[in-house]
């Protein structure tokens, strides 16, 4: 395991950056590519992530761009703990592929919303704060039928539940800003939710 004190030296650079290439990978639109569906920015909302995804009838790429699209996000977290001894470049490379969904170089830095991608890194950086996570965005689900309101208490929530269980600092600065990148990106939902135009999954709203 190779040591990290140095944040600018060039293997943690290049970490960083191949961190920030997996997380672009725009899972969503090659999956509903490769299964037939077209191109998932053409339906919906636009959005490249699992929730638009499952608005073209095909459960199964939903569920296969979720995995995904978590998948490549604690993969970069675990790629960067494994490689390095060093919390703070461990957060660097899930922020790095938080901000790849975000704002992908393949698409023009237009990506998704990060849910999927933000539980995969969080789940491999601080599995605890990631179940309690989860748990709050079922609970959330199950009572409003709403996915991004549920996204948006869940990511929230994650940040005092990192602190009262006595999580690092880096990793406390990654659940942070996922979760301001997360409320920022669904700036448009929270209007809706607002004037309570968001729709509910299973209603016809």
């Known amino acids: ?6 944040l600018t030296s060039l293997p943690s650079i290049t970490t960083v950056a191949l961190c920030y290439l997996l997380g672009s990978i725009p899972f969503g639109l090659i999956v509903t590519r490769l299964g037939g569906a077209g191109d998932v920015r053409s339906i919906g909302s636009g959005n490249i992530g699992a929730t638009n995804v499952l608005r073209t009838g095909r459960k199964e790429l939903a569920l296969a761009t979720l995995f995904l699209d978590a998948g490549k996000g604690a993969a970069a977290v675990l790629l960067a703990r494994q490689i390095f001894d060093n919390e703070a470049l461990t957060a660097l490379a899930g922020v790095a592929a938080f901000l790849g969904h975000l704002f992908p170089v393949w698409l023009g830095f237009k990506g998704g919303k990060g849910v999927a991608t933000f539980y995969g890194v969080l789940l491999a950086a601080a599995w605890p704060v990631g179940l309690i996570s989860a748990g ?18 869940a990511a929230a929530m994650a940040v005092p539940a990192a602190w009262l269980m006595g999580q690092s600092m880096p990793v406390l600065l990654l659940v942070v800003s996922m979760a301001a990148l997360i409320a920022i990106r669904h700036h448009e939902n929270i209007g809706r939710l607002i004037r309570g135009q968001e729709p509910r999954f299973g209603t016809g709203r």
């Open 136 to 153: 709050i965005w079922i609970l959330v689900f199950a009572v409003s039928r709403i996915s991004s309101l549920s996204a948006l208490v």
């Open 1 to 6: 395991m190779a040591d990290a004190g140095d």
